[in-house]
């Protein structure tokens, strides 16, 4: 068989630990053999960042705004542990945090549906995507513990000089206070990436806040959401068959777990952070989370939600067999695949990526998976496989769907 030709290479940010393990068997085992694969390629690893003075990551993230696509794996954030482990230089930031300040995007997060791994939520048959503003709010906050009696006010001074000022609270005794802010351009980034990805995916768009009681502050998450559907994507979601959604956040909680799911709920930066570890939880398991950086200028960088996977690459270096799911890298990859031919138009490209997540899905329903969901699958007889042999069973899997 020809392998599938693609025409504008994807950016490839290889990793760390565990999954730069998987990095190499999914590219050997299930990407080399029926794909001609066009890539940039860029190391990511902690070694290299650190020879590099972390350049390397600025250049990977400026590769993506040129060519639009990325794939990247797992990464390590360094903290003090890691500065003795590989003698960094500095401790670098979170690659993941570098990129997306560069990219100015929104992660979007969905589970991976497999029959035998059951949401804890009963009426939840279709994925539940999050998206979180990564942008300001209580992660960019100032802080204060004050002793007593006074009083505290907000205070804005324009560039003239001019103060605006609102009270805050008249304190009798000791107490706290938090002065946190967001920015009109971030939040008007936030909406185009989430009206563009409902658009892409076809599903609709849920966003909540709690504007009944944060008339200025949430409610003006809640206009620019409007003004900008109403003026730039109304029409679109009615070509396209999907909603808009607005509601309270309290609502949106109640609503979400008695949907079917299939949607994506958009969240304000903590709303966000908390949300989807409830919904990635509620569906099953860490290891079957994707995730997509979506720019509001088009460019798309796509990743498994799980990190290196350490406690498992620890074992891998003693020789120790290892069981390590993974089908979220893979998806990081069939994500990457299917949105490069998408946009070469190459449909050779976007069914091979439909087909290998199709026999991910596949060979998990037929029994043979990784340990991880072996633990949590109603199928009563399952085959744990260590990680070498999953990938050879998703191969074998892919050969008899590319054959038909
Ligand atoms: P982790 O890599 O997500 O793993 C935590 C635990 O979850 C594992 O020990 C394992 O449980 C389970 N798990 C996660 N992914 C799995 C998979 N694919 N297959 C099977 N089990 C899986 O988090 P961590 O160990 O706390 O973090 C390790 C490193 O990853 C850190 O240096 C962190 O900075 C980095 N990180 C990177 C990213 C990113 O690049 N996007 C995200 C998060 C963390 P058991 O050990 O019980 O089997
Ligand atoms: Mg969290």
């Known amino acids: 068989m020809a392998k599938i030709k693609m025409t504008t290479p994807l950016v490839e940010m290889d990793g760390d630990e565990m999954t730069r393990v998987l990095w190499g068997l999914i590219k050997e085992e299930l990407l080399n053999p029926f794909v001609e694969l066009n890539t940039e390629y860029y190391d990511l690893g902690l070694v290299h960042r650190n020879e590099t003075n972390d350049q390397v990551t600025i250049d990977s993230a400026n590769a993506t705004k040129r060519l639009g696509v990325a794939v990247k794996c797992a990464t390590i954030t360094p903290n003090a542990a890691r500065m003795t482990e590989y003698d960094l230089k500095e401790m670098y930031k979170s690659p993941n945090g570098t990129?997306?300040?560069?990219?100015d995007g929104t992660v979007f997060r969905a589970?991976?549906?497999?029959?035998?791994?059951?949401?804890?939520?009963?009426?939840?048959?279709?994925?539940?995507?999050?998206?979180?503003?990564?942008?300001?709010d209580v992660y960019k906050a100032s802080e204060m513990k004050v002793s007593g009696k006074g009083k505290a006010e907000i205070v804005f001074t324009d560039e003239n000089g001019n103060e605006q000022r609102e009270l805050i609270h008249n304190f009798n005794g000791a107490g706290i206070l938090q002065g946190m802010h967001n920015l009109e351009d971030?939040?008007?980034?936030?909406?185009?990436?989430c009206f563009n990805f409902a658009l892409d995916t076809k599903q609709d768009l849920w966003f909540a806040t709690k504007d009944t009681i944060s008339k200025k502050y949430d409610h003006t998450f809640k206009d620019i959401f409007q003004e900008i559907f109403d003026k730039e994507y109304a029409d679109k979601f009615k070509e396209a068959g999907i909603e808009y959604f607005y509601t309270l956040i309290d609502d949106a909680v109640a609503r979400v777990i008695r949907s079917e799911g299939g949607f994506i709920w958009a969240c304000k930066n903590y709303d966000g952070d908390v949300m989807s570890d409830m919904v990635a939880t509620a569906f099953g398991?860490?290891?079957?989370m994707t995730s997509v950086l979506v720019s509001p200028h088009g460019y798309y960088e796509y990743e498994a939600a799980h990190g290196t996977v350490q406690r498992h690459y620890y074992k891998h270096l003693k020789g120790e067999e290892t069981s390590t799911n993974p089908i979220a890298t893979i998806f990081a990859w069939t994500g990457a695949l299917r949105k490069r031919g998408e946009i070469d138009k190459l449909n050779d490209l976007v069914?091979?990526?439909?087909?290998?997540?199709?026999?991910?899905?596949?060979?998990?329903?037929?029994?043979?998976?990784?340990?991880?969901?072996?633990?949590?699958?109603t199928d009563p007889n399952p085959t744990t496989l260590n990680t070498q042999d999953f990938i050879k069973a998703v191969r074998e899997t892919l050969e008899g769907l590319m054959a038909n």
């Open 99 to 103: 990129i997306r300040a560069m990219l």
């Open 351 to 377: 069914d091979f990526a439909n087909k290998l997540e199709k026999a991910c899905i596949k060979t998990v329903e037929d029994g043979k998976m990784t340990k991880d969901l072996a633990l949590i699958t």
């Open 186 to 193: 971030s939040i008007e980034n936030f909406a185009k990436s």
């Open 285 to 288: 398991s860490l290891s079957m």
């Open 111 to 136: 589970p991976i549906i497999v029959k035998g791994i059951e949401p804890y939520v009963r009426t939840w048959k279709k994925p539940i995507t999050i998206a979180r503003h990564a942008y300001g």
